[in-house]
Nanobody, 123 residues
Framework: QVQLVESGGRLVQAGDSLRLSCVAS????????MGWFRQAPGKEREFVGA????????NYADFVKGRFTISRDNAKNTLYLQMNSLKPEDTAVYFC????????????????WGQGTQVTVSS
C-alpha cells in the first residue's frame, strides 16, 4: 500500500507561481498512475490532472490547461504540480492520488490519497 505526502502549499498572490510535491513511500512508485485533485471549501473534490506511469503522457482539466504542469521523477518517488499564473479561484486543498490502472478524472477510481496541502491565492 503506497503512502503519499504532499507539500509545498502556502499563501501566494495572484499571478505568482508555486510547485507542489507529492512523495510516495513505495519504491514501486513507477507502477502507479498519479493524479492531482483539489477541493475548495464547500465544493466537491475536482480533477486537476493526471500523468501516466512513465510520465510521457498527461491529461488536464480544462481550467488549468496552459497554467499547470504535472511531472514526475520516478527515481525520487515524487510527483510534481507546477502552477503558474495563479488566480484566487485556485485556492483549495490540493491532493495527490495514485492508482495502478486508472488514468482519468474520477476521484472515486483512485485507490490511494495523500492528506492534502493548502494553497491560498490572495488578490
Amino acid at each position: 500500500q503506497v503512502q503519499l505526502v504532499e507539500s509545498g502549499g502556502r499563501l501566494v498572490q495572484a499571478g505568482d507561481s508555486l510547485r507542489l510535491s507529492c512523495v510516495a513511500s513505495e519504491q514501486t512508485f513507477s507502477n502507479y498512475i498519479m493524479g492531482w485533485f483539489r477541493q475548495a471549501p464547500g465544493k466537491e473534490r475536482e480533477f486537476v490532472g493526471a500523468i501516466t506511469r512513465s510520465g510521457r503522457s498527461t491529461n488536464y482539466a480544462d481550467f488549468v490547461k496552459g497554467r499547470f504542469t504535472i511531472s514526475r521523477d520516478n527515481a525520487k518517488n515524487t510527483l510534481y504540480l507546477q502552477m503558474n499564473s495563479l488566480k484566487p479561484e485556485d485556492t483549495a486543498v490540493y491532493f495527490c492520488a495514485a492508482d495502478k490502472t486508472y488514468y482519468g478524472n474520477r476521484a472515486s477510481e483512485y485507490d490511494y490519497w495523500g492528506q492534502g496541502t493548502q494553497v491560498t491565492v490572495s488578490s
